[in-house]
Each structure stands twice: as C-alpha cells, then as structure tokens.
C-alpha cells in the first residue's frame, strides 16, 4: 500500500485532525505570482477575435464527441476563455478577502475555470511542433497578457511522443499542451492540503477545455500516464518543486502528421534554460507534498492496461427504494463564452425565498454526471463515471427535503433514491469549517464521491491525480452548467469529511466525499461593479 492511501486518509481526517504543519500562516505579502515570469523570453500576442460558436452555441456546452482539427484562433480563444484573466471581481460578498479586494495589489482577476482557493498554480506550456503557426519550439501561456512566451527553440514535439510512450495517446501529433504545477503557488497557503488541491485544480481546466472543444466541434483527452521525468527536464523543471500533470494532444488543421519512430532518446535530451523569476523571498518546502508528489512519480511511464480501472468505477445505484423523478433538463442556449465569463462563486448570497424548479436541478446533474469520466488515457471509453453525486435537497419545487443518491440511468431523464428525509441545511452548516456560505439557503448541496482506495489499489499512487482531475471537472462542469442556467453557484473543500461519510453511509461503499457544490438562487440587486478586461 503506497503513500497515497496514507494521504487520502489525512484528507478525510482534517476536519477533526489537521495535517502538519498545524500552525502554518501564510506570509500574504511574500505570496507567489499566480503564473510565472520568464525575463527576457519573446512574447508572441495571440489573437483576440471572436471564434466560430463563441456568440452562440453550435453543438452545445455538454455535446457529444467530434473530431475537428485547431487553428490558432480556436486555440487562442479557448486559452483565453479558460485561464485568461477576462475581468476584475469587485462585488460585495461574503469571503474574507472582502476588505482588500478594492487595492489594485490584493486584485482578484476573474477566469473562465475554476480555482481552489483562486490560486491558479497551473503552468501552460504549448509544445509547437512541425506544421504549426509559429516556429517549432515550447512556449509558455502568460495568462495577464494574452500571449505565448518563448523558452525554446526547434521541434521537441518527438520528445513529447517519446514520453507518451511512441504509440497512443500521442502518435501522429506534433502539437501539445503540457499542464504543470509548481507547488509553492498553491502551498504557500494550504501548505500540506495543497496536493490534493492543485490535482482538482487540473481537471477544472482540463473539463473547461473539453466543454469549450465541444462547442466548437474539437476534442480534448488528456494522458495523465507518460515518462514524466522527461518531460520535467524537458520543461526545466525542478523535480522536488514542480510536476507536469497532464499532456493534452491536438489535431491541427493542415498539420502534416509526425512520422514514426520521431524523437528518439538524444545523446543531449532538449532543455529549456529560461529559468522563472520567483516573487515570493522565502521558499517552504512541505515534506507531506513531497512525499505524496514521489508516490505518484513511481510507475508514471507504465500507463495501466486497458479494463485495469474499470473495477474502481462508481458502484451501480441499488435499485428499489423511494424515488423522485427529475424533470427533462433545460437545453443551455447560452454561448460557452458566455457561460464562462458569467461563471463565479455566490460568497454567501443565497438566499431561499424563492425554491430552485427541479428542471435546474436536473440539468446541473446531468452536466456534472457527463464529467464524471476525462476521456483519458487510462479510462475505458463507455464504461462508466468514477464518480457518483450525492443531493443535499433543501428548497427545491417538488422534490421534498432530504438526503438522496442520483440514477441517472433511472428512466429517461434520472432520479433521486431517498437516503434520509428531513430538512438537511442544520447538518450542512454544522460541518462546514469556513463562515462564507449559508449553506442552508442553497437550494441544493451535492456531493461527488469516489472510491478512492479503489483506484489506489487499482492503478497506483498515480491514480490518485485522475480521481482528483475528474472531481475537479465535476465541480467546473457544474459551475459552467450553473452560470449557463442562470443559477447562482458555490465549490467549497473546507467541510468535515468523515460527517458526510457518516451520514451517507460510505463506510459500507468505499466512497469518499471530494467536494461540496451549491447551487440555487442569490439575493436580489447585489452590489457588484462590472471590470471586463475583454
């Protein structure tokens, strides 16, 4: 049994349990950028145009699979409506960050993905190869400005195929974006809790890519399994600082396909050397992250054969008990650009007079069902989510109080199984840690769970990265669904795990409590200040 069983159960545990170091205090004034610096790299501006299908939907937010091919405005555009920075966040909540939101120092820049924390560690890196737009090299988003800098020259796309392992995910492509983290962006606040934070934090950008790729007829599967060593020195990574979590392929329009056998081990292996200018001047390294990061580096190359996972799947909804069928869900006509640019957390501003119609309810499910699954390299295309969603029902039109399980495979739109009745909102305040959400003037609290020992025991420490990614690309999924629906919505990782296990019986099932997702409707005219960048 690896070190990552060991973490998995201090998360659960840390509500009653903190994880060491117990009495780290973050320096906020020495805090990191949210992104990296690399002086002296060339910058080359991407386009700011509209796209195809960003004004209107095409295909829709939650569409089936197609196989279009980028072009550089389709990139461009879906890097800037996922991780760059659209606007300013001024409004009047509940967080604690309130007071110091209005000095320029302390901005909280808006995003299209979600962050925990609002952190946004992650570093993306495009891999140019041969048939792109711009010369063959590796290249680093910069999300304040909108453009690729440069860190090295020449095609490295082989190095990227080599890492994949020669075949599948990567054969045949010559364009990459590679997603790293360096941990001290997110530690430096949730210190030994970050690791589990920054792998929720890539899926969110990995779901926000696939619901962007679907309006617009492209496809996004990332490979969580690949020579990760390589690549990192490739990247010029330091290993004990920094991670790549995710090799996303693309199909280019016009690209000719990458021959093989390209990209051989080197006598020299190709090395970015721009190094990144670090703001923070005291640098914490937490032994626990440490640990956890070598547990998931062991075996990363060995990509699990195919069938391995499907035994850690989410276990079917028992059939029988008492049921209540959810409504058809709405068709979200709303633009992805639109939805992502709407999408923020509600900070204490639910209010419950008025109850949620089911028909909402429903169609925030079925978007956070449809992201139960990454289309990864590891998964086995058609069988079946790793997570299943839990429903904390407190104000919704025609569903009674209560605790429930959701079916979607429960007739032709789902059901909810009853697990308790009963007004649920005391237990959902009781057991939250924080003083930002009224939990119990949501509307609806859900809970996605994983069997998260299965999946260790399964495919490895590593799994722990892919049960992470796809509770991340739930709880997107469910905020995109949200703003797309015109409903207010919230992501909170600050609860008591073991309560939720109690109360929903997971002991019994293996499953864990990853999350808490409200969803329902805000006080009327808050006091917000509209900063759109672009």
Same mark, same amino acid.
């Given at each position: 049994m690896g070190f990552a069983h060991e973490y998995a159960t201090a998360i659960v545990r840390r509500g009653r349990f903190p994880m060491e170091p117990a009495d780290w205090v973050p320096d906020w004034a020495d805090r990191p950028r949210k992104g990296k610096h690399f002086p002296g790299a060339q910058a080359f501006p991407l386009p700011r145009t509209e796209v195809p299908g960003s004004a209107t939907v095409q295909r829709g937010l939650f569409g089936p699979r197609e196989d279009g091919a980028f072009t550089l405005p389709l990139l461009a555009g879906m890097l800037q409506d996922s991780y760059g920075l659209v606007g300013r966040r001024l409004a009047v909540q509940a967080n604690s960050d309130l007071g110091t939101l209005p000095m320029y120092t302390q901005a909280n820049w808006s995003r299209g993905t979600a962050s925990g924390g609002g952190l946004y560690p992650i570093g993306v890196h495009w891999v140019c190869g041969a048939g792109g737009p711009l010369t063959p090299g590796v290249?680093?988003?910069?999300?304040?400005?909108?453009?690729?800098?440069?860190?090295?020259?020449?095609? !490295?796309?082989?190095?990227?195929?080599?890492?994949?392992?020669?075949?599948?995910?990567g054969a045949g492509h010559t364009q990459f974006l590679v997603l790293s983290v360096r941990f001290w962006q997110n530690a430096f606040k949730y210190n030994s809790f970050s690791y589990h934070v920054v792998t929720m934090d890539i899926g969110a950008l990995v779901e926000t890519w696939r619901i962007w790729a679907r309006a617009h007829g492209l496809h996004i599967g990332p490979a969580l399994w690949f020579d990760e060593e390589r690549l990192g020195g490739l990247l010029g990574l330091t290993a004990r600082e920094e991670g790549v979590f995710a090799v996303v392929p693309l199909t280019w329009e016009g690209g000719a396909a990458a021959e093989a056998g390209q990209g051989g081990q080197a006598a020299l292996p190709p090395r970015v050397h721009r190094a990144d200018q670090e703001r923070s001047h005291a640098v914490t390294e937490f032994e626990t992250v440490e640990r956890m990061h070598a547990a998931t580096l062991e075996g990363a190359a060995d990509r699990p054969a195919p069938g391995v996972l499907d035994g850690a799947l989410a276990l079917p909804v028992p059939p029988g008990g008492e049921r209540t069928a959810l409504p058809a869900p709405r068709e979200l006509d709303a633009g992805v650009r639109t939805a992502l640019r709407a999408r923020r957390s509600s900070f204490g501003r639910f209010q419950a007079t008025q109850p949620l119609p089911a028909d909402a309810l429903s169609t925030v499910l079925a978007a956070a069902g449809a992201a139960g699954t990454l289309d990864s390299d590891t998964e086995t295309p058609g069988a079946g989510?790793?997570?299943?969603?839990? !429903?904390?029902?407190?104000?919704?039109?025609?569903? #009674?109080?209560?605790?429930? @399980?959701?079916?979607?495979?429960? /007739?032709?739109?789902?059901?909810?199984?009853?697990?308790?009745? /009963?007004? #649920?909102? *005391?237990?959902?305040?009781?057991?939250?840690?924080?003083?930002?959400?009224?939990?119990?003037?949501? &509307? &609806?609290?859900?809970? #996605?769970?994983?069997?998260?020992?299965?999946?260790?025991?399964?495919?490895?420490?590593?799994?722990?990265?892919?049960?992470?990614?796809?509770?991340?690309?739930?709880?997107?999924?469910?905020?995109?669904?949200?703003?797309?629906?015109? @409903?207010?919505?919230?992501?909170?990782? /600050?609860?008591?795990?073991?309560?939720?296990?109690? *109360? @929903?019986?997971?002991?019994?099932? /293996? *499953?864990? #409590? @990853?999350?808490?997702?409200?969803?329902?409707?805000?006080?009327?005219?808050?006091?917000?200040?509209?900063?759109?960048?672009?």
């Amino acid at each position: 049994m690896g070190f990552a069983h060991e973490y998995a159960t201090a998360i659960v545990r840390r509500g009653r349990f903190p994880m060491e170091p117990a009495d780290w205090v973050p320096d906020w004034a020495d805090r990191p950028r949210k992104g990296k610096h690399f002086p002296g790299a060339q910058a080359f501006p991407l386009p700011r145009t509209e796209v195809p299908g960003s004004a209107t939907v095409q295909r829709g937010l939650f569409g089936p699979r197609e196989d279009g091919a980028f072009t550089l405005p389709l990139l461009a555009g879906m890097l800037q409506d996922s991780y760059g920075l659209v606007g300013r966040r001024l409004a009047v909540q509940a967080n604690s960050d309130l007071g110091t939101l209005p000095m320029y120092t302390q901005a909280n820049w808006s995003r299209g993905t979600a962050s925990g924390g609002g952190l946004y560690p992650i570093g993306v890196h495009w891999v140019c190869g041969a048939g792109g737009p711009l010369t063959p090299g590796v290249y680093y988003y910069s999300t304040p400005h909108h453009d690729m800098r440069r860190l090295l020259a020449g095609d !490295v796309s082989g190095e990227v195929r080599s890492a994949l392992g020669g075949g599948e995910p990567g054969a045949g492509h010559t364009q990459f974006l590679v997603l790293s983290v360096r941990f001290w962006q997110n530690a430096f606040k949730y210190n030994s809790f970050s690791y589990h934070v920054v792998t929720m934090d890539i899926g969110a950008l990995v779901e926000t890519w696939r619901i962007w790729a679907r309006a617009h007829g492209l496809h996004i599967g990332p490979a969580l399994w690949f020579d990760e060593e390589r690549l990192g020195g490739l990247l010029g990574l330091t290993a004990r600082e920094e991670g790549v979590f995710a090799v996303v392929p693309l199909t280019w329009e016009g690209g000719a396909a990458a021959e093989a056998g390209q990209g051989g081990q080197a006598a020299l292996p190709p090395r970015v050397h721009r190094a990144d200018q670090e703001r923070s001047h005291a640098v914490t390294e937490f032994e626990t992250v440490e640990r956890m990061h070598a547990a998931t580096l062991e075996g990363a190359a060995d990509r699990p054969a195919p069938g391995v996972l499907d035994g850690a799947l989410a276990l079917p909804v028992p059939p029988g008990g008492e049921r209540t069928a959810l409504p058809a869900p709405r068709e979200l006509d709303a633009g992805v650009r639109t939805a992502l640019r709407a999408r923020r957390s509600s900070f204490g501003r639910f209010q419950a007079t008025q109850p949620l119609p089911a028909d909402a309810l429903s169609t925030v499910l079925a978007a956070a069902g449809a992201a139960g699954t990454l289309d990864s390299d590891t998964e086995t295309p058609g069988a079946g989510p790793l997570t299943r969603l839990y !429903v904390f029902v407190n104000h919704v039109a025609g569903i #009674p109080q209560g605790v429930y @399980l959701h079916d979607p495979s429960d /007739g032709s739109d789902g059901s909810l199984r009853l697990i308790r009745s /009963g007004p #649920p909102g *005391e237990f959902l305040q009781r057991n939250y840690f924080l003083a930002n959400y009224n939990l119990e003037q949501a &509307a &609806a609290v859900i809970v #996605p769970a994983a069997r998260t020992g299965a999946v260790l025991d399964a495919i490895g420490d590593r799994g722990y990265r892919l049960v992470n990614a796809v509770v991340g690309a739930v709880s997107q999924a469910v905020y995109t669904a949200s703003a797309a629906a015109d @409903l207010s919505c919230g992501v909170a990782l /600050g609860f008591d795990a073991i309560s939720f296990t109690e *109360e @929903l019986g997971l002991e019994e099932t /293996g *499953e864990v #409590p @990853l999350l808490i997702m409200m969803i329902g409707h805000e006080r009327p005219r808050p006091a917000d200040f509209h900063y759109e960048i672009v």
